[in-house]
């Protein structure tokens, strides 16, 4: 039973458009969201998050928005750069305990 | 500071032989996390230990199993290893909340 989902693989953008990946969850405990960023033979490395009382989250070029009725999150990277290419990882939590529940991961490919 | 560290990086064994993982937090940081990740599969979370105790539990067999020392290192052990076992074992150390969760860059391990 996943719940959390990323249903697209992978994906493809050019360099300089808005790269926009989903993620969708099922367990209603879950408040607070986190996106990794994952570079082959290396471990996650956090991006950013985003707690249930908001529904967007803006770090620099990356933002995460957060749809609690439709029980979607999105993270949106304008612009894209080839530093980008790399997989990118969903994970939601309650925060009542530490344990994070992991999407599958979707790798974002960015063309030059 | 020196980040999260695990020892060994790729580590090969035949069925039914066991298998300790070992893992060195960041300087300060008391809680332990083990992820086991598969091709196709996000992370899947194992355990997680603070101050030495288990705090969280997974969905995995009692074939796994870890501990922490009272520096915070923690080792996590796989007996009577199966086929389906491979996969690359991700640590995390984590400071104040979830968003401070930092991977090591994870033990392949394969099982023949």
């Known amino acids: 039973d996943q719940q959390v989902k990323q249903n697209s693989p992978s994906l493809s953008v050019q360099e300089g458009r808005i790269s926009i990946l989903n993620c969708d969850y099922t367990?209603?405990?879950?408040?607070?969201f986190l996106w990794y960023k994952k570079y082959p033979a290396e471990g996650p490395t956090f991006l950013i998050s985003i707690s249930s009382i908001k529904d967007k989250n803006e770090d620099g070029r990356f933002t995460v928005f957060l749809n609690k009725s439709a029980k979607h999150l999105s993270l949106h990277i304008v612009p894209s750069q080839p530093g980008d290419s790399a997989v990118y990882f969903c994970?939601?939590?309650?925060?009542?305990?530490?344990?994070?529940?992991w999407g599958a991961g979707t790798k974002l490919i960015i063309k030059p | 500071k020196a980040g999260v560290t695990q020892t060994p990086r790729y580590l090969i064994k035949t069925r039914g032989q066991q298998v300790t993982l070992s893992c060195s937090p960041i300087?300060?940081?008391?809680?332990v996390s083990w992820y086991q990740q598969t091709p196709g599969q996000g992370l899947q979370f194992l355990f997680e230990?603070?101050?030495?105790?288990?705090?969280n539990k997974g969905n995995f067999p009692g074939r796994f199993s870890g501990r922490q020392f009272s520096n915070s290192r923690s080792e996590m052990n796989v007996s009577t290893l199966e086929l389906g076992d491979s996969a690359l074992y991700l640590c995390a150390s984590m400071g104040d909340d979830l968003s401070e969760q930092y991977f090591g860059p994870g033990t392949r391990l394969t099982v023949t």
């Open positions: 994970a939601a939590s309650g925060v009542s305990n530490y344990q994070l529940i």
């Open positions: 367990n209603s405990m879950f408040d607070y």
């Open positions: 300087s300060g940081h008391r809680s």
């Open positions: 230990y603070f101050s030495e105790t288990q705090r």
